[in-house]
């Protein structure tokens, strides 16, 4: 009995987010990514990692790439998710090659990370990379 309330309240306050993301207005950049944030927060708790993603392109479409892949870092790093924030780096380094925040952020999270995990990268080569 408890799941099937957990269920529908997982739907309700799915449907209040879809409806918040479509009524907010689209001049104000500030309050829509901030809507989007607590969707992919609240997904990222209370759903499944299909469901993250596809809110997290819904927010892409609607919101600067750039601040909702970095937001989406920090809830993989609060939920310590960390097999999914690596392969976001890369494509933000791709794409933002030319930012210090990103390059920094990266090597900063890999500087933390490194000796609990061998898959990620080590933080000197993305560094000389960076240089």
């Not at 759903?47 to 937001?71: F, H, I, P, S």
Request: glycine share 4%.
């Amino acid at each position: 009995m408890a799941f099937i309330l957990e269920k529908l309240d997982m739907e309700a306050a799915r449907r209040v987010a879809k409806r918040a993301v479509k009524s907010v207005s689209i001049g104000n950049e500030a309050d829509k990514l901030n809507i989007w944030i607590a969707y992919m927060n609240m997904e990222s708790q209370f759903g499944t990692q299909e469901t993250l993603e596809e809110v997290v392109k819904g927010a892409l479409e609607v919101n600067d790439r750039q601040k909702v892949y970095l937001q989406l870092i920090q809830i993989y790093r609060q939920n310590d998710q960390l097999e999914f924030i690596e392969a976001i780096y890369k494509k933000l380094c791709k794409k933002y090659h030319t930012s210090v925040d990103i390059w920094s952020s990266y090597i900063e999270f890999l500087f933390d990370v490194v000796g609990q995990k061998e898959e990620f990268t080590n933080p000197k080569v993305i560094l000389q990379r960076s240089l």
